[in-house]
Structures are given as C-alpha cells and as structure tokens.
C-alpha cells in the first residue's frame, strides 16, 4: 500500500512562496494521476492540482496562474510550488492518487501552510 509525506508547510506572509513535497513510499506512483488537496478547519477537503501521468497539470480557479504543480518520477515525488499565497490559502495540504481521494486510510498527515501578516 501506498504511503505518503508531505512537508514543506510552514507560516509565511501575504505575498510570500512556499514549496511543499509529496513523497511517496511502498508503491510507485508513476503511473497514477496525482492531486493535491487542502482542507482549511471546519470545511471539505479540496482539489486544488492535479497532474496526470504525462505531466499535463490542471488547476482550480481559486489557485491558478499561483500555483504550480510538478512531478519527479525517479523519485516517486509529487511538488507543489505556491507563489503569492493569500491568507484564504491556509489550511492543511495533502497529496494522494486521484483514484483513492474517497479511499479511508489512504490519506498522510499533511503539512500546515498558515498564511498570516
């Protein structure tokens, strides 16, 4: 079964970027659609990015032309490059496989991005 680590979050400034990473453990990923979501306290987790096998990246309005996500499949790894973050961007960041975004268990522990003047 599939594993997952993200790190990456941290507390930053209106205006500021942050890298988050997504590695993955017990299975390669390489030939999966990858996500990232957020889930913000009190609210449904989200998909904020995904990225298909081939690379092709999709968006959600609410982060596009900010956000950008990548993969490095050598190192069965998912990247979430986030520039100009808003205070709206706060939440708990997770990667998973598109195919188990409804699959209990499946999901890691996250990284907290906080974005606060």
């Known amino acids: 079964q599939v594993q997952f680590v993200e790190s990456g979050g941290g507390l930053v400034q209106p205006g500021e970027s942050l890298t988050l990473s997504c590695i993955a453990s017990?299975?390669?990923?390489?030939?999966?659609?990858m996500g990232w979501y957020r889930q913000d306290q009190g609210k449904q987790r989200e998909l904020v990015a995904s990225?298909?096998?081939?690379?092709?990246?999709d968006y959600a309005d609410s982060v596009k032309g900010r956000f950008t996500i990548s993969r490095l499949n050598a190192k069965n790894t998912v990247y979430l490059h986030m520039d100009s973050l808003k205070p709206e961007d706060t939440a708990v960041y997770y990667c998973n496989r598109l195919r188990d975004s409804q699959t209990p268990g499946s999901w890691g522990q996250g990284t907290q991005v906080t974005v606060s003047s």
């Open positions: 017990g299975s390669s990923i390489n030939r999966d659609q």
């Open positions: 990225i298909g096998i081939s690379g092709r990246p």
